[in-house]
């Protein structure tokens, strides 16, 4: 029951789910598996060693799967993989990893990547995140579920964005970002809890009241991390949402931790 336009190219290889729809002129490589359900408009392009989930829908000129932009790619096999009922606007591009990151990109379920945005070699991209308008995140980036980045803004390479995070538009990530964090700035800095996402994912009044405490504890001018941290935890070891952010900060990562803006204006 699939419907194929004929003028799509389908490569001898291609692996199709039921109840695919390939619109006018798409071009499907050798090694590209489309789900149940998938739908590309006109003019898209998959490539590669790229997996696609069932339910997602691929908009005119997105270029899904073709070779990094990265110049130690040296043709290896590398994949791609995206996950269930995905929304991939109008110019979206997304490369499959390389030998220096694991050989794979992944996106998760039920994202949106709105128009021109970008998910480079290498990217682990968790579930329910949106990428706005022109947003890029560079290779070796890891989204955590629900984040948002904003339109314009630019992540750097290797950063982490933590869960339920928020990057405003036009913001330039050089460090991680927290679980729950807001961030935003031509140099982003850390600017508090993500309280809107918060309030619309329905968290309780107290989870967020914990997060808060935990924040202002956490990135308080006093003692080092390490000791703040401490202090954290022996107060919400039992907080789910609060170890998560410990964790992060924990957790070993080449770039250092977004830090808000100190009081002494530094």
């Given at each position: 029951?699939?419907?194929?336009?004929?003028?799509?190219?389908?490569?001898?290889?291609?692996?199709?789910?039921?109840?695919?729809?390939?619109?006018?002129?798409?071009?499907?490589?050798?090694?590209?598996?489309?789900?149940?359900?998938?739908?590309?408009h006109s003019h898209?392009?998959?490539?590669?060693?790229?997996?696609?989930?069932?339910?997602?829908?691929?908009?005119?000129?997105?270029?899904?799967?073709?070779?990094?932009q990265d110049l130690k790619f040296s043709g290896e096999d590398s994949e791609l993989r995206i996950g269930a009922r995905v929304r991939i606007r109008e110019h979206v591009t997304m490369n499959p990893g390389t030998s220096g990151g694991g050989l794979l990109t992944s996106v998760g379920d039920d994202c949106l990547f709105m128009v021109a945005s970008h998910v480079a070699h290498d990217?682990?991209?968790?579930?329910?995140v949106i990428l706005a308008n022109n947003a890029t995140i560079a290779g070796h980036v890891h989204v955590g579920d629900y984040a948002i980045i904003g339109g314009l803004a630019a992540v750097h390479q290797f950063v982490r964005i933590g869960a339920h995070a928020m990057v405003g538009g036009m913001s330039g990530i050089e460090h991680d970002l927290i679980p729950y964090g807001s961030a935003m700035g031509e140099r982003a800095r850390l600017r508090g809890l993500n309280l809107v996402g918060l309030q619309r994912r329905d968290f309780s009044r107290d989870d967020i009241h914990h997060l808060r405490t935990a924040y202002r504890l956490l990135f308080a001018q006093e003692g080092t991390m390490q000791e703040r941290v401490d202090d954290v935890v022996a107060l919400y070891a039992e907080n789910k949402g609060v170890m998560e952010i410990v964790?992060?900060?924990?957790?070993k990562s080449s770039r250092a931790v977004l830090q808000p803006k100190s009081t002494n204006g530094a």
């Open positions: 029951m699939s419907d194929i336009h004929p003028t799509a190219v389908i490569e001898d290889g291609a692996k199709l789910g039921a109840d695919v729809q390939i619109g006018p002129y798409c071009v499907i490589g050798s090694e590209v598996v489309l789900g149940d359900g998938v739908k590309l898209v392009v998959v490539g590669g060693r790229t997996a696609i989930g069932p339910e997602t829908e691929i908009y005119p000129f997105a270029s899904i799967g073709l070779p990094p990217c682990i991209v968790g579930n329910h964790d992060f900060v924990r957790e």
